[in-house]
């Protein structure tokens, strides 16, 4: 059914964007048998000139999402097949990593969370939360820059020296309070010793994490995963050491099953 024949058929689309719906029902159009379009028929489906939808083919030639082949002619762009593994990949890195993170906050009563490296942002993906009255406790979706967290460090301790380079080049960082660093060649010091360690533990006001990363089979860092909980629980060098112990543990069981 085309837009024009939403309309006519009295379809509620009161709250519905045009350009984008085109949009997307474009991309749609798109299929294993439908490789390849020209801007007629796709105009011809929609029920609209070829010049409505020059904007939307436009627009989405320069997100990525189409290409153009030839004079008047696309196919989906690489963003497309991107977007698509990223989401399946973290939703199996959930799936995996779930019952490992719940079974580890059993085991020391902190909670625990899974993140992954959005440009220069830990986004979190899951929580075993510790239903005790301190408890760490961050929602799914958060984004934290990550040169701010235990996680993020990690995360950034994934990256060659130059790729970190490139990624902070424009990205200020002396808006953040202590110990967050202050300038580009400080980052580049503290991941440097987070890479050769392995792991990171970082201060908070009331909060301690410890933080290490989960790893593919080409043995990249595609997530981090942490223990964190009260200050007075993580104090001592023994504690510290063996919740670090168990967290390693937990990590090279998730590695192990995506093929680390």
Request: net charge negative.
């Amino acid at each position: 059914m085309t837009i024009a024949e939403d309309l006519e058929t009295g379809r509620d689309t009161d709250y519905m964007v045009p350009a984008l719906q085109r949009g997307l029902s474009i991309l749609q159009m798109f299929n294993a048998h439908q490789r390849t379009l020209a801007s007629n028929d796709i105009a011809e489906r929609l029920g609209v000139s070829v010049s409505a939808i020059y904007r939307i083919l436009h627009t989405l030639d320069e997100m990525g999402y189409l290409r153009k082949i030839a004079k008047n002619t696309w196919e989906l762009g690489p963003q497309v097949v991107s977007d698509g593994f990223s989401y399946l990949a973290s939703r199996d890195l959930v799936d995996l990593a779930l019952p490992h993170l719940n079974a580890l906050r059993d085991r020391t009563s902190l909670s625990c969370h899974l993140s992954i490296r959005e440009h220069t942002d830990s986004l979190y993906l899951y929580r075993a939360f510790a239903a005790q009255r301190l408890s760490v406790n961050i929602p799914i979706g958060t984004r934290i820059p990550c040169h701010c967290t235990a996680m993020g460090r990690i995360l950034l301790s994934g990256l060659t020296p130059p790729v970190l380079d490139a990624l902070y080049q424009y990205v200020r960082l002396d808006d953040y309070p202590p110990p967050a660093p202050k300038t580009l060649p400080e980052l580049q010091q503290l991941i440097g010793e987070d890479r050769q360690r392995g792991w990171v533990l970082h201060r908070s006001d009331y909060s301690t994490a410890i933080a290490t990363g989960i790893r593919n089979h080409l043995g990249e860092v595609v997530a981090a995963i942490n223990l964190s909980g009260p200050e007075a629980v993580m104090d001592s060098e023994e504690s510290q050491a063996r919740f670090r112990e168990a967290l390693l543990l937990t990590a090279e069981r998730i590695s192990a099953e995506l093929g680390g």
